[in-house]
């Protein structure tokens, strides 16, 4: 929906918006009255979604396929405003869904991969040690014999 697509910065003088012009979706940044002011991300992979943009409104939290060696995984990233490369803040492979906090300063990650069960953590923006929140229990399946494929 409209949500996914177009993200109004703080500033109330700009935004952002998901399009596949250079053919991969990427973010992109305009002003109000619709001018294209840059290409933010840029790569051979898509973003899925920007989360939100951080405190002081340079960082942009985004989810992408951005690991070229995990083409399906969709993991979180840093980027900036200004451009340059991403970096993961994701700490382990599989598909994540990010909420991150209206401060822009901590995110909640809830994923899962084929091989580890849904968990969720809480993490920091800025890359300090995780805290795991909940783990899935998967014992009634494991006693069934079920293996991960």
Do not use: C, N
């Not at 109004?8 to 979706?25: A, I, T, V």
């Not at 200004?82 to 901590?106: E, F, N, Q």
């Not at 809480?122 to 293996?147: C, H, I, M, N, Y």
């Amino acid at each position: 929906g409209f949500a996914k697509q177009v993200r109004f910065l703080p500033d109330s003088k700009s935004f952002l918006w998901m399009s596949e012009r250079d053919g991969w979706r990427h973010v992109y940044l305009y002003d109000v009255s619709g001018r294209l002011i840059r290409q933010v991300t840029r790569g051979a992979f898509p973003v899925h979604e920007v989360v939100g943009v951080g405190p002081g409104g340079d960082a942009i939290f985004v989810v992408a396929s951005a690991d070229s060696g995990a083409p399906y995984e969709q993991l979180f990233y840093r980027g900036r405003l200004k451009g340059g490369a991403l970096k993961r803040l994701s700490s382990g492979a599989g598909m994540h869904r990010i909420t991150l906090a209206p401060s822009g300063g901590y995110f909640v990650d809830t994923w899962s991969s084929r091989t580890q069960p849904r968990l969720r953590e809480v993490g920091s923006t800025d890359g300090k040690p995780r805290v795991r929140l909940t783990t899935s229990d998967v014992s009634a399946v494991v006693e069934q014999g079920f293996k991960p494929p």
